[in-house]
């Protein structure tokens, strides 16, 4: 199993990818996809890191 999300790929064992566990992640991960999460908290960890290297200089 491969879940790919722009240039972050995780990949995980057959045998995991097979259980509910697995599942339950892969339907979360879309979920949180399809509403925007991740790139919310994408976007507001690279702000986080911009205004922190911002600051340092």
């Known amino acids: ?3 790919s999300y722009g240039s972050h790929v995780m990949r995980v064992r057959p045998e ?10 892969s339907a979360t991960l879309l979920a949180m996809k399809n509403d925007g999460s991740i790139a919310r908290i994408l976007d507001d960890i690279l702000k986080d890191l ?5 600051a340092a200089k």
């Open 1 to 3: 199993m491969v879940i």
């Open 16 to 25: 995991f990818a097979a259980s509910a566990t697995s599942k339950t992640i």
């Open 50 to 54: 911009k205004a922190g290297l911002s």
